[in-house]
Nanobody, 115 residues
Framework: QVQLVESGGGLVQPGGSLRLSCAASGSIAGCVRMGWYRQAPGKQRDLVAIFTSGNTPYYADSVKGRFTLSRDNAKNTLYLEMNSLKPEDTAVYYC?????????WGQGTQVAVSS
């Protein structure tokens, strides 16, 4: 079983930056898919960025060029560097790991972008 704990959210002004972290209790090398999703109030949970096979991440069009996904396998931690933040980036951000047939989620971290 994998436990995921997100951190790094907060309130930031438009144009600002945040770095989210997702610390895993197990080896993230075992995750066949690992990434970040977000859910704004009243909306569905959407993919933000994800590693699938290999080391090339996939990004949602809305965050391309602004967000950077990375991971440190030695620390079992996934990161999301978010720059040029916009009010529409406001959401709860969730870390996800697919390990075999199991789907693991963190508890989420709130990101609010407002002046």
């Amino acid at each position: 079983q994998v436990q995921l704990v997100e951190s790094g959210g907060g309130l930031v002004q438009p144009g600002g930056s945040l770095r989210l972290s997702c610390a895993a209790s197990g080896s993230i090398a075992g995750c066949v898919r690992m990434g970040w999703y977000r859910q704004a109030p009243g909306k569905q949970r959407d993919l933000v960025a994800i590693f699938t096979s290999g080391n090339t991440p996939y990004y949602a069009d809305s965050v391309k060029g602004r967000f950077t996904l990375s991971r440190d396998n030695a620390k079992n931690t996934l990161y999301l560097e978010m720059n040029s933040l916009k009010p529409e980036d406001t959401a709860v951000y969730y870390c996800n790991c697919v390990w075999g047939v199991r789907d693991y989620w963190g508890q989420g971290t709130q990101v609010a972008v407002s002046s």
